[in-house]
């Protein structure tokens, strides 16, 4: 996981069937038709007769169909897709149609040019009547398409217990693998929530620990794979009912995929609050994460995602919001205070980025300058004074240190100087400097607030004092390089000045040039 809320797994499957393609993308977790529109039959060579007989078969003209078999009318015809009329009486679940071409002889196993054969298409349309009709007349109900997927996925993933059921009773495998993962029809009902077909196949036997790949050569479930379960693919979704029913047969309520992310987390980066909650009353460990990243560090990510000022959190579903989680995790142990551990601090070398290595959920809280989270995780007994592996407190990390450009940061300038007020109401230490010589009122120079400016220095802050690079607060305000970028803080600029007007410092003027 990269704790900027952002993770990724390939998670792809495909069922093309003439001219219906329904595919997941990665990351998603629901299937929706890419189109709708199914193909005009048309014709293969001069088989003129076939082609009426598929027409007849996909308008479900039963006496047409009737007496075209009669005529002697190939009954595995293909038209131009490779569909036959037995695949066209499959998809409109025809079962009078379907009848009469399976009593003329119709090749249950053949495949169209999508290589779907006719039980893929009833499975899809979940009618158990037809599925029942091509296993009976020698369908193999593992049957597969290209990628992998079997009609038990199929069913699963859209729901259709009955049509499960009859797999399953046929013989069907519910611990088939499709090929570029290694997902289980298992996984697919419990990211759509199909929590009733996540019930029959566990009855069947279906493995609730079995993982997709994370291997580089695609081999599904070698040993040490940590990819991801049916749980995981549930919490992910925010899918409930199915992650209920899964828990039951056994899911392990704190799993974790390779890099570390926990159930918890991982409902926590998906903003599915009442999943957090739902795990936390069925025993997740609130204090769980690799690299010491909580559900409480997540949080302060989600509800402020990475940059932007107008950036607001997802919305929350139901009565459960980010806060209500928050105050989940406090009831269950959560500790407020949990640093953050592992992550290399080399990744921020040449910008003004923060060390998060011992970042606790407060100092968090504070960078994203989210009053409103660092108020409630004050009152639940954090302490807001606790620095980084710098020494960067949550003051300066609210004031601006470590921050990217204003307008590429959650927040304003006006919601920077509120934070800032509200650490400095605890009794934080305006004068601090860090391991980079930086101090709160360097931060406020990057955020050009003004107003935070004023606090800083209204309870003790030096204006002259210079960070690692000898730059004071008014230098950064007049222009420095970050990398390949200029920042530049014009109000922060006016405001060092007349500041210093007032004490009688001397006034420099601004600096030509750019300081790196």
């Known amino acids: 996981m990269t704790h900027d809320g952002r993770l990724c797994l390939v998670w792809s499957l495909a069922v093309f069937a003439m001219g219906v393609c329904v595919s997941a993308a990665a990351g998603q977790t629901a299937l929706s038709p890419v189109t709708t529109t199914l193909a005009t039959p048309r014709a293969v060579g001069s088989d003129t007769v076939g082609l009426r007989l598929i027409r007849a078969a996909r308008a479900g003209e039963l006496r047409e169909v009737r007496e075209l078999l009669r005529q002697g009318a190939n009954v595995d015809a293909r038209a131009a897709d490779g569909a036959t009329a037995l695949h066209w009486a499959a998809h409109g679940a025809d079962l009078r149609v379907a009848d009469l071409l399976l009593e003329a002889g119709a090749d249950v196993a053949i495949t169209n040019r999508y290589g779907v054969a006719p039980l893929a298409l009833a499975s899809l349309n979940g009618q158990a009547a037809m599925v029942v009709r091509l296993l009976d007349a020698g369908s193999d109900p593992d049957t597969t398409q290209p990628g992998g997927e079997t009609a038990l996925m199929t069913a699963a993933r859209t729901g259709r217990v009955e049509a499960v059921q009859v797999l399953l009773d046929h013989g069907a495998n519910p611990d088939a693998l499709e090929v570029s993962k290694g997902q289980t029809a298992l996984m697919w009902a419990a990211a759509e929530d199909n929590a009733d077909v996540v019930r029959v196949l566990v009855a069947a036997g279906a493995d609730v620990k079995a993982r997709t790949s994370t291997s580089l050569d695609l081999t599904p479930n070698e040993p040490g794979d940590k990819g991801f379960t049916a749980l995981l693919f549930a919490v992910r979704a925010g899918q409930l009912a199915a992650a209920e029913a899964l828990i039951a047969a056994g899911a392990d309520v704190n799993d974790t995929l390779a890099d570390g992310t926990g159930a918890l987390v991982l409902a926590t980066l998906s903003a599915h609050y009442d999943m957090g909650v739902f795990l936390l009353e069925h025993g997740a460990d609130p204090n769980a994460g690799d690299q010491g990243w909580t559900a409480l560090h997540q949080l302060a990510w989600t509800r402020r995602p990475s940059r932007g000022p107008t950036t607001v959190g997802p919305v929350a579903r139901g009565d459960v919001d980010s806060l209500t989680l928050a105050r989940a995790l406090v009831a269950h142990g959560a500790d407020l205070n949990s640093p953050i551990t592992k992550e290399a601090v080399e990744i921020y070398v040449g910008r003004n980025q923060m060390n998060r290595l011992g970042a606790t959920p407060f100092f968090m809280a504070a960078s994203r300058v989210d009053v409103e989270y660092m108020r409630l995780l004050a009152a639940s007994g954090a302490n807001p004074f606790l620095q980084n592996d710098d020494g960067t407190t949550p003051l300066m990390a609210a004031a601006g240190v470590g921050l990217w450009f204003p307008g590429e940061s959650p927040g304003t300038p006006e919601e920077a100087a509120a934070a800032v007020e509200f650490v400095l109401g605890l009794g934080a ?42 730059w004071t607060p008014l230098r950064i305000a007049d222009g420095v390089a970050i990398t390949a970028s200029i920042h530049i803080s014009p109000q922060a600029a006016d405001t060092f000045r007349r500041l210093r007007r007032e004490r009688g410092l001397i006034v420099p003027d601004p600096i030509i040039g750019v300081a790196k």
């Open 429 to 470: 230490d305006a004068t601090t400097v860090d391991a980079n010589g930086d101090t709160a009122l360097h931060g406020a120079a990057y955020w050009d607030s003004p107003r935070a400016i004023e606090l800083l220095v209204s309870a003790g802050a030096e204006l002259d004092v210079e960070n690692g690079k000898g």
